[in-house]
């Protein structure tokens, strides 16, 4: 019976196209296992359980969901769970919770620099102390990675770069840790200084991880350009050997080595024109060497460099955007096809979007959801398309209201004489040249109390800020910031970034003219008065345009802050291990640097200070790598530790401008690109047209409610929001993020890039269902038209 059954199957497979074959087989597959199935595809997450079909339903939205995240979070589909036993590691690692509890271990592993030896004073901890702390870190990262691979496997996580270099580095550092809690002392351990890699594994580190992705995507030509730039500088070594060995008064030319050290420094014009003067007090001729070279390298190249990683980094975040879309797409898909039924095999009904919403984020309420739904299906056929569901992620950050909540917050309540009046107030031509000329007063006051100042800082500092003119602004400015309150209501006040700086550089100045009547020697606090300044700014289009650029360039920076803080502490840890146990006080008798490092107990200059920059401590190291980050005399430190470490230490700090370089020129790159972007935007979208863009408008009642299936509980959290026969408008609101707008900018080539994907993968075009179309309908199994007659295979609904 089952051989003829096998051979059914396979004379249906050859005679049929491939997709009514995949149909067929799982009708025949769910015949078998849950009965009558309406569904159009089963979750791998309950292959072998015994359900009903509610259950099963419940396992596709539960997988549906997982999808979803993955396409949200740009995680790859190999570490989709694929099995019933695979589900609890996943949803373990997967837990808000467990992200937490991860982000504290790998935090906790970092701050132990400040307790490890070298440690920082204050901060010391015994051997045994650390060392216990570190493992009982380590081993809940490493529980992470057991999990994971529970359900990815061994194969997966082989191929999985970024969990293997993390899998290594936990297996060295918990072997390291157990040795020096064995020892009960440290010993030379550089690495250290790859603890940072668990924080950027962490969910919670994703732009960070972004970022250092765009780092290694932009090295090729910055690779290119730096090894012209080596080039140069290595050419131009050789010629200042040869034109000034000779010169007994320049030492920095008296070895190969001593010639490209200063050249290499020349770059940074750190030590221009001290490195010049010895030679051209022999001959005014010598300064056209130095000359060419600093145009050469720093004027020309270095700028060229800037160029060239612009318009990579301008490159790479196009690109980014469309790889993000594309990826989003491809999870809306496979969600789609376990949402699906039998019976209407083209579309999703909102019971089955419901179901997905539950699961995928449980805190929307069921008018969200209803609203979500009846957003996305253009159509209105009831059913959402692949086409319709595959905008869901866009939905997803739409905050609802209903158009009656746009009147004002004050209506029918007994605080409307109070908010009409102050809503006319704010209203009036002039108040806002009113609040301007109060901040204007407010400078000049400022202005004429520095002037009065003198004699004792304590009455300086309050004069300054706890006079009675003082109090007088800030008074002004708290009604100010009142009215505008009770004008538009506080939800609709906080939604202003200026008002919310207004508000709060108000209140800080409040606060610091009480702390300052309280504690006269509180000077820190005179900076809060001045801040409010910064409101005139806004006047000027060109400021705005600045501000705009850094509220769009403020999650970037964060993640670029976060790049720059792990790289100080890589190269803090190593310069600890590399320098700790060396005293620089006196250190450089007989060198160029010597008088920056003389140091007496009863007096010292002021270049003696030179040796508090060294590597004590994690703290220190840090004061000490921000100065070698501005350049300014970094050279001093660099040969202070040549000359007590070795000539080969300068490898280090020589990699760390390098390294320094690299991330700030694509720090650079991305505020150009930003800026330039910000510009284009404004230049091509209208108010109307930013308007539209970041808000949505539904109209719907209870009658289409009904139609479109609402029932239950659903029905009963609608009910209050439809009343029987009166149409409601629902207002959709979106965040103004950059990867909104980039959707309007990038309008043109999104449909390029969604159509160039639909022929690879021999779909139909991206639009949505026409009304000749129902997607509710059954299908129609027609026969293929010739032998060419394709279907794309694996694609089963």
């Known amino acids: 019976m089952m051989r003829r059954f096998d051979k059914l199957l396979d004379s249906v497979k050859n005679a049929v196209p491939r997709r009514v074959y995949s149909t067929f087989t799982d009708f025949i597959d769910g015949a078998g296992e849950a009965g009558s199935l309406d569904m159009g595809s089963r979750s791998s997450l309950h292959t072998g359980l015994q359900m009903s079909e509610d259950e099963h339903w419940e396992m596709n939205y539960h997988e549906a969901a997982i999808y979803l995240e993955e396409g949200l979070n740009n995680e790859k589909f190999d570490s989709h769970p694929s099995s019933p036993e695979e589900l609890p590691a996943y949803l373990r690692v997967h837990n808000p919770w467990y992200h937490g509890l991860d982000l504290l271990a790998s935090l906790v592993l970092i701050l132990l620099a400040f307790t490890e030896d070298p440690a920082v004073p204050a901060f010391e901890l015994p051997v045994w102390a650390h060392g216990t702390i570190e493992l009982l870190a380590l081993t809940i990262i490493g529980v992470e990675l057991h999990l994971k691979l529970k359900w990815i496997g061994w194969s997966t996580i082989l191929k999985h770069k970024r969990t293997m270099i993390k899998g290594i580095t936990l297996l060295i550092m918990v072997l390291e840790a157990v040795v020096v809690v064995c020892r009960q002392s440290s010993h030379f351990r550089v690495t250290r200084a790859l603890r940072p890699i668990f924080l950027v594994d962490t969910r919670h580190c994703g732009g960070v991880r972004r970022f250092i992705r765009q780092i290694l995507q932009s090295l090729p030509p910055i690779l290119d350009m730096l090894g012209l730039l080596m080039f140069f500088v290595a050419t131009y070594s050789l010629l200042g050997f040869y034109l000034f060995s000779e010169h007994i008064d320049n030492g920095h030319f008296k070895t190969i080595s001593d010639s490209f050290v200063s050249m290499f420094v020349l770059l940074t014009t750190a030590n221009f024109p001290d490195v010049m003067m010895p030679s051209y007090a022999k001959s005014k001729w010598y300064a056209v060497f130095f000359i060419l070279y600093i145009i050469t390298v720093l004027y020309v190249l270095m700028n060229l460099m800037l160029a060239v990683v612009y318009e990579t980094f301008t490159r790479i975040e196009r690109e980014k955007c469309r790889a993000l879309l594309l990826h989003r797409r491809v999870a809306a898909r496979r969600a789609f096809r376990l949402l699906v039924s039998r019976r209407a095999p083209r579309a999703v009904r909102l019971r089955h979007f419901a179901g997905l919403i539950r699961h995928y984020a449980p805190h929307y309420s069921g008018l969200d959801v209803y609203l979500m739904f009846k957003q996305l299906n253009q159509s209105g056929s009831g059913g959402l398309s692949r086409a319709e569901f595959a905008n869901v992620y866009e939905v997803f950050a739409l905050r609802w209201a209903p158009q009656s909540g746009?009147?004002?917050?004050?209506?029918?309540?007994?605080?409307?004489?109070?908010?009409?009046?102050?809503?006319?107030?704010?209203?009036?031509?002039?108040?806002?040249?009113?609040?301007?000329?109060?901040?204007?007063?407010?400078?000049?006051?400022?202005?004429?109390?520095?002037?009065?100042?003198?004699?004792?800082?304590?009455?300086?500092?309050?004069?300054?800020?706890?006079?009675?003119?003082?109090?007088?602004?800030?008074?002004?400015?708290?009604?100010?910031?009142?009215?505008?309150?009770?004008?538009?209501?506080?939800?609709?006040?906080?939604?202003?970034?200026?008002?919310?700086?207004?508000?709060?550089?108000?209140?800080?100045?409040?606060?610091?003219?009480?702390?300052?009547?309280?504690?006269?020697?509180?000077?820190?606090?005179?900076?809060?008065?001045?801040?409010?300044?910064?409101?005139?700014?806004?006047?000027?289009?060109?400021?705005?345009?600045?501000?705009?650029?850094?509220?769009?360039?403020?999650?970037?920076?964060?993640?670029?802050?976060?790049?720059?803080?792990?790289?100080?502490?890589?190269?803090?840890?190593?310069?600890?291990?590399?320098?700790?146990?060396?005293?620089?006080?006196?250190?450089?008798?007989?060198?160029?640097?010597?008088?920056?490092?003389?140091?007496?107990?009863?007096?010292?200059?002021?270049?003696?200070?030179?040796?508090?920059?060294?590597?004590?401590?994690?703290?220190?190291?840090?004061?000490?790598?921000?100065?070698?980050?501005?350049?300014?005399?970094?050279?001093?430190?660099?040969?202070?530790?040549?000359?007590?470490?070795?000539?080969?230490?300068?490898?280090?700090?020589?990699?760390?401008?390098?390294?320094?370089?690299?991330?700030?020129?694509?720090?650079?790159?991305?505020?150009?690109?930003?800026?330039?972007?910000?510009?284009?935007?404004?230049?091509?979208?209208?108010?109307?047209?930013?308007?539209?863009?970041?808000?949505?408008?539904?109209?719907?009642?209870?009658?289409?409610?009904?139609?479109?299936?609402?029932?239950?509980?659903?029905?009963?959290?609608?009910?209050?929001?439809?009343?029987?026969?009166?149409?409601?408008?629902?207002?959709?609101?979106?965040?103004?993020?950059?990867?909104?707008?980039?959707?309007?900018?990038?309008?043109?080539?999104?449909?390029?890039?969604?159509?160039?994907?639909?022929?690879?993968?021999?779909?139909?075009?991206?639009?949505?269902?026409?009304?000749?179309?129902?997607?509710?309908?059954?299908?129609?199994?027609?026969?293929?038209?010739?032998?060419?007659?394709?279907?794309?295979?694996?694609?089963?609904?």
Not at 627 to 636: G, K, P, R, S
Not at 683 to 712: C, F, I, M, P, Y
Not at 766 to 781: F, H, K, Y
């Open 406 to 797: 746009r009147a004002p917050w004050y209506s029918a309540s007994a605080l409307e004489p109070l908010g009409r009046a102050a809503a006319a107030a704010v209203r009036w031509p002039y108040f806002e040249y009113l609040i301007y000329a109060l901040i204007i007063g407010n400078g000049v006051s400022l202005v004429l109390r520095v002037c009065e100042a003198a004699g004792d800082l304590q009455d300086s500092a309050r004069l300054l800020c706890a006079s009675w003119d003082t109090w007088l602004f800030l008074t002004l400015f708290l009604v100010e910031a009142c009215l505008r309150m009770m004008a538009s209501g506080l939800a609709a006040y906080l939604e202003s970034g200026w008002n919310v700086f207004d508000l709060s550089v108000t209140l800080l100045a409040l606060m610091g003219a009480v702390l300052l009547s309280i504690a006269p020697k509180l000077f820190i606090v005179v900076i809060f008065r001045p801040l409010r300044l910064m409101r005139l700014y806004k006047l000027k289009k060109r400021y705005r345009d600045v501000f705009g650029t850094l509220v769009l360039l403020s999650p970037l920076m964060s993640s670029a802050g976060c790049v720059m803080l792990v790289m100080y502490y890589f190269f803090a840890i190593v310069g600890m291990e590399l320098f700790a146990g060396y005293d620089l006080k006196n250190c450089c008798v007989n060198t160029t640097v010597e008088d920056f490092y003389k140091y007496s107990e009863n007096s010292s200059t002021a270049l003696g200070y030179y040796y508090l920059n060294n590597f004590e401590n994690i703290l220190t190291s840090g004061v000490s790598l921000f100065e070698l980050t501005v350049v300014n005399n970094w050279f001093i430190l660099m040969n202070a530790y040549a000359t007590v470490a070795g000539q080969f230490s300068r490898l280090y700090f020589m990699v760390f401008y390098l390294f320094t370089m690299v991330v700030l020129t694509i720090v650079v790159a991305s505020v150009l690109e930003a800026f330039r972007f910000r510009i284009q935007y404004k230049r091509s979208t209208t108010k109307r047209d930013e308007e539209k863009l970041l808000h949505e408008e539904v109209h719907t009642n209870w009658e289409e409610a009904q139609r479109l299936g609402v029932s239950g509980d659903l029905a009963d959290e609608l009910r209050p929001f439809l009343p029987p026969g009166v149409d409601v408008t629902f207002i959709g609101s979106r965040p103004r993020t950059k990867e909104v707008l980039q959707r309007r900018m990038y309008q043109a080539d999104i449909l390029k890039w969604l159509s160039e994907e639909d022929e690879s993968e021999d779909l139909p075009p991206s639009t949505t269902v026409t009304s000749s179309e129902d997607p509710l309908a059954p299908p129609l199994i027609q026969q293929p038209d010739g032998d060419n007659h394709q279907i794309r295979p694996g694609y089963q609904l």
